[in-house]
């Protein structure tokens, strides 16, 4: 039987994020993509209040660079330096964790440096080098389910970053491909990824994306939103990943799946409703073991 982990993700004189069976669930994000130091600052501010409001733990979460855009000339990000300049100050002003892609291995260890916890981007999920480097950071690993991957063989990409020391991992599913420029869900993927032993996430804002669709950009159903949220957190995820910006179409990255700022507390507070109600009934009923053996 596989043992349930526990990753804690934070050090320093952060505040310390537990992600795992029977916690309260976690919320990681931010916009996609650092804009500026002054943005990223409104952004980790907002999104701390609401937080602290629903008292649930958060990790703020912007990319310093996002190698994976569909355009040559889509903004990438501010770079490596001045992002982890970035975040290192959101960490002292805040408080709180913060988390980022990383898509070179050589950009490993100056993510580690500064992230308490290092994010693969689903493209790269089985990446051996890039795994390498994540584990080697000595930081936790936020891994997404590649959108060509079965849930089942995410444990491949697990016993990668076990083989090499990770200290932890978290996966995420963010959708599967459906044909072309489209992505569905499968809620089996959660209960498939948690036999893992590792916690599992629910990217929402990516997951309503329609890859590309609109030629050199990605479209997105940002509609559908509050429906997957509820549906992931009934089906037992310890964490939620939306990126989240307070002005979606004048966004540099993902303007057409960014969450509205506005309509953050609103998800949340469903989310974590949901959550402490199916915890609820696990304790009244007992674990969902139907036709498992047990």
């Not at 999104?47 to 190698?67: S, T």
């Not at 994976?68 to 490596?80: E, I, K």
């Not at 700022?261 to 409703?273: C, D, G, M, S």
């Amino acid at each position: 039987m596989t043992t349930d982990k526990i990753v804690e993700v934070g050090y320093g004189k952060v505040a310390r994020v537990r992600i795992g069976k029977g916690l309260p669930l976690a919320y990681i994000g931010g916009p996609c993509a650092i804009e500026s130091r002054d943005h990223t600052f409104r952004m980790a501010e907002a999104i701390g209040e609401i937080c602290r409001k629903l008292d649930m733990p958060w990790i703020f979460k912007a990319c310093y660079d996002k190698d994976c855009r569909s355009a040559a000339d889509s903004f990438h990000g501010v770079g490596l330096e001045e992002g982890l300049r970035i975040l290192a100050d959101v960490r002292d002003a805040f408080g709180v964790p913060v988390v980022s892609d990383f898509s070179d291995p050589a950009w490993g260890p100056a993510t580690g440096e500064v992230c308490d916890l290092v994010q693969v981007p689903a493209y790269l999920c089985r990446q051996t080098s890039v795994l390498r480097a994540a584990a080697k950071t000595g930081r936790p690993v936020h891994l997404k389910k590649g959108q060509f991957m079965s849930p089942w063989n995410m444990k491949n990409s697990v016993r990668k970053l076990e083989s090499f020391g990770c200290v932890g991992t978290i996966l995420a599913d963010r959708g599967t491909f459906f044909g072309y420029n489209m992505l569905v869900n499968d809620m089996t993927c959660f209960p498939i990824m948690a036999r893992t032993g590792c916690p599992v996430c629910f990217d929402a804002t990516h997951s309503i994306q329609m890859p590309t669709s609109m030629g050199n950009v990605s479209g997105g159903q940002r509609e559908f939103i509050p429906a997957l949220v509820r549906a992931a957190v009934a089906c037992g995820i310890q964490a939620l990943f939306m990126e989240t910006h307070d002005n979606p179409p004048k966004a540099l990255s993902d303007p057409n799946t960014v969450l509205d700022l506005k309509h953050l507390e609103f998800v949340l507070a469903q989310a974590k409703r949901v959550h402490e109600t199916r915890l609820s009934l696990l304790q009244e009923f007992g674990e969902d073991n139907v036709h498992t053996g047990h």
